[in-house]
């Protein structure tokens, strides 16, 4: 019987190795495929990697790459309680109950997203005025505004009625030595003023 | 076949490399544990009902639902953020076996998801190892356990390494760590560097073309060469200067200290052995 244990061990553990290994070989198989560009011939394999990565083992390494950031975003935003706009003020200021390192990052973040959208969905009409109506219906642009309008509660204590964003994209400039091309001029997109009933 | 068959044995052969084991799994947790700590004076604005971030839906499935239940509801915040900070803590001091460490892995996602975009790529390094950790037995395991538990220190190995080498490559397809301009640029993002900071360093043109190109040329080279027992300490050494610069100038303490910590998984065992007899002789 013991003898019979020592050898049921055995084999559970030979087993348990090979089924292991397999598994590990896959696994990172994938994460290869999910993390590298879409080179072929791993792109077929990019479906299948998809559905295995998330949501247990999403992952990516653009730290900083190919280029460090070139631009960065500021963001404001005024409010109105009645008929009476604020000041335009930051959306980024880490003061108060929301004062941590992490809280301008967060803001960057979604901006970042925020400037994609506007470079694929902004559009201009005939006289060549800003037209932000793909933008404004977009995941992206409700992210920040909700941002802001958490940002704010957290700040006065109160949800405003109205609330307008705006966002400036501010180009640095690349040192003497650089091969990049210069910069476009820094703009800055001035969204529709939203009314807030439910958020 | 019996090549394979002896390595498979090898396998399965009792631990010999425990305390390089013990010493990861508890630096490990003790990131996870720091990481959720740092955002503690303002847990209710990350992860509380009335959080910056917007609520959302999870794309259909089980998994999916269960790892996004932050993000779709708010109200979970407390009771997710401080039962991870409880499951890291009972896994760092080694209570209730796997369960804390499986309840690390879940509440990590939930974190992670529903508070997008609030961590870094540090916490998805450590998820995955948090993954492997459940597998991982005592010093001494036998059997199955012993395989599970090298089989999962090797996986925490090739994940750090796959960090470091893509991170590396994909900075070569660019061109601002190609002609030495990135600590520029990145000196000028001011979510990461202080006004103060930019100003005392910005002027040194030359010192931060060399770093920009060795920080680069670091990650490309450290997953061969750490595998060279007289070149791991001038590795970890120039990494921990290369760390604690971005945890300092950058202020990302937690990717810095995630990368630092995570050099344990190559400490050889005697040093390892001196750290945890130096460490129980205090706690």
């Known amino acids: ?199 | 076949l019996n090549a394979i068959q002896h390595s498979i044995d090898r396998l399965a052969a009792p631990l010999v490399n425990t305390n390089r084991i013990w010493l990861f799994k508890k630096v490990a947790y003790l990131w996870m544990l720091l990481n959720a700590l740092y955002y503690l004076p303002v847990a209710e604005v990350f992860f509380g009902s009335e959080k910056l971030m917007m609520p959302y839906a999870a794309q259909p499935g089980l998994l999916n639902n269960i790892t996004h239940l932050l993000a779709m509801n708010p109200e979970f915040g407390r009771l997710v953020y401080f039962g991870y900070i409880g499951a890291a803590f009972f896994s760092l001091i080694g209570i209730g076996w796997r369960i804390p460490r499986l309840f690390v892995f879940i509440l990590g996602w939930m974190l992670y998801y529903g508070s997008l975009p609030t961590f870094n790529s540090a916490l998805l390094l450590y998820q995955v190892f948090a993954f492997f950790l459940i597998f991982m037995g005592n010093g001494n395991a036998t059997g199955s356990n012993a395989v599970l538990t090298r089989l999962s220190f090797v996986a925490c190995q090739i994940q750090f390494l796959i960090v470091y080498l893509l991170a590396g490559g994909y900075k070569l397809a660019g061109q601002t760590w190609i002609e030495g301009s990135s600590l520029h640029f990145a000196l000028h993002l001011d979510h990461f560097v202080t006004t103060a900071m930019r100003d005392a360093l910005i002027g040194f043109e030359w010192p931060l073309r060399v770093l920009t190109i060795v920080g680069m040329t670091y990650q490309l080279v450290f997953p061969f060469l750490i595998w060279f027992k007289k070149l791991k300490w001038p590795l970890f050494a120039i990494g921990i200067l290369f760390h604690g610069f971005i945890m300092v100038a950058m202020r990302l303490p937690d990717f810095g200290l995630a990368m630092i910590f995570g050099y344990t998984l190559f400490f050889t065992e005697t040093h390892s052995r001196n750290i945890r007899q130096r460490l129980t002789s205090i706690f």
């Open chain 1, 1 to 199: 019987m013991i003898s019979w244990f020592i050898g049921y061990k055995r084999r559970l553990a030979r087993l348990t190795a090979v089924v292991f290994t397999g598994f590990l070989l896959v696994h990172f198989t994938l994460t290869l495929v999910y993390t590298l560009p879409d080179v072929y011939p791993l792109f077929v394999l990019k479906g299948t990697a998809n559905v295995y990565m998330r949501p247990l083992f999403h992952q990516g390494w653009e730290l900083f790459a190919p280029n460090v950031p070139q631009q960065q975003f500021a963001l404001e935003y005024r409010f109105a309680d009645g008929s009476e706009w604020s000041e335009w003020q930051s959306a980024e200021e880490a003061t108060g109950a929301i004062d941590h390192p992490r809280t301008p990052y967060v803001a960057q973040k979604l901006q970042i997203m925020l400037a994609r959208d506007l470079s694929r969905n902004l559009t201009y009409d005939e006289q060549g005025r800003e037209d932000y109506s793909l933008v404004v219906n977009d995941v992206h642009y409700y992210r920040v505004l909700y941002f802001t309008v958490q940002q704010h509660f957290w700040k006065y204590g109160t949800k405003p009625q109205r609330i307008q964003l705006r966002m400036h994209v501010q180009h640095t400039p690349a040192p003497e030595y650089s091969q990049l091309q210069s910069p476009p001029e820094d703009r800055t997109f001035t969204f529709p003023a939203e009314d807030l009933p439910d958020l």
